[in-house]
C-alpha cells in the first residue's frame, strides 16, 4: 500500500520540478572569483614573510546563489604551510569571502589551493547550461586558475589555484 501512494507522489515531485530545471529564478550559482589576496598580520609590514602569520583571502567579484551547506578546504603542494581556515558554513547566510591564516616555514614559491564544495538549494542545470558542467578560468589579474565544475544536480566544486610567493 505505502509503495502505491510514494510512487505517484514521486512522479508529481519530479515533473513539477522539472518545469524549473532552466529558469534563472530557480537557479543555484557558485560564487565568481575575481583575486586572491595576502596580507601580512605583522603591524607595519607591507609583505608576506617566512616564519609570520599572514591570511589570504579568496575574493569574490559575484557571490553564490541558493547554496546550503559548503565545505572549504586549503592546501599547498609542498605540504609545508601551516592553514588555519573554517572548514564549513551555510552559504546562503555565511556568503564572505573564504579566507586562510597561513604561516610558512622558510622563504619560497608555494603552490596554494582552494577548493569548495558547495550543496545546492536550487538546481544546477542553469550554470551548466549557459558555461558548462566543467569551465575554467584565470582569476582577475591573470594570475591563478579556476576551475568550476558541476556535480551533477547537487552540488558545485570550485577550485583555485595560485602561485605565491613568501620573503625571507
Known sequence: MFKKIMLPLLCLFL???SEDTDSA?????????AELTCTPLTPGETEIRAG???????VQKQKGRLLNTTKY???????????????SVVYDNQSENPTDTIVAPSAGTY?????????ASGNTQWWAQKYGTNSLSTL?????????????????????????????
Not at 529564478?25 to 572569483?33: I, N
Not at 609570520?52 to 579568496?58: A, G, K, N, S, W
Not at 565544475?149 to 595560485?162: C, E, W
Open 73 to 87: 578546504a586549503w592546501s599547498d603542494q609542498q605540504q609545508m604551510l601551516q592553514h588555519k581556515y573554517v572548514p
Open 52 to 58: 609570520q602569520r599572514f591570511v589570504v583571502t579568496l
Open 15 to 17: 515533473v513539477a520540478c
Open 140 to 168: 582577475d589579474d591573470g594570475t591563478g586558475r579556476v576551475n568550476y565544475t558541476v556535480g551533477g544536480l547537487l552540488y558545485f566544486t570550485v577550485t583555485v589555484d595560485k602561485t605565491i610567493v613568501v620573503n625571507p
Open 111 to 119: 603552490n596554494l589551493t582552494f577548493k569548495g564544495t558547495y550543496n
Open 25 to 33: 529564478e530557480y537557479a543555484s550559482k557558485p560564487p565568481v572569483f
